[in-house]
């Protein structure tokens, strides 16, 4: 059974894709918690971000840390913080967050939503930062 990561990756579900290269993919959280929430995830299916191979565990932070640049870009007044849950989707995921305070990343804050259009800005802003 695949994943909603998976269905993203394959186009079934629509996305605000941010990055993308033939293992990686990172696009805007559905539900986030502060505006720039950005997921980065490997195409391969795999659960636990610890199972991944060692060259795809170090090649996705690597992704993660070019996408984290272009938050900074968008977002330079902010600091772009770092989650791992695994709770939400058995698909391995990075949240990259701009935040002010510890208390953004607060995963039982309410979650955000946003306007087509402003998705679309949202991701405009990241993509050409």
């Known amino acids: ?23 990686f993919l990172a696009f805007l959280d559905a539900m986030p918690l502060v505006k720039g929430h950005t997921l980065v995830i490997p195409k391969t299916e795999t659960d636990f971000i610890f199972d991944l191979d060692n060259e795809d565990f170090k090649n996705l932070w690597g992704f993660a840390q070019k ?3 272009k938050l900074q870009k968008s977002y330079p007044e902010k600091r772009i913080a770092v989650a791992v849950i695994g709770l939400e989707v058995p698909h391995a995921h990075i ?3 701009p935040i002010d305070k ?7 804050n309410a979650r955000l ?3 087509d259009e402003e998705y679309s800005e949202i991701q405009n802003s990241i993509i050409n930062s």
């Open 1 to 23: 059974m695949s994943t909603i990561f998976t269905k993203i990756i394959e186009g079934e579900i629509p996305s605000y894709k941010i990055a993308e290269d033939d293992n």
């Open 67 to 69: 996408v984290a640049k």
């Open 95 to 97: 949240h990259l967050i």
């Open 102 to 108: 510890t208390e953004d990343m607060n995963f039982k």
């Open 113 to 115: 939503k946003f306007s």
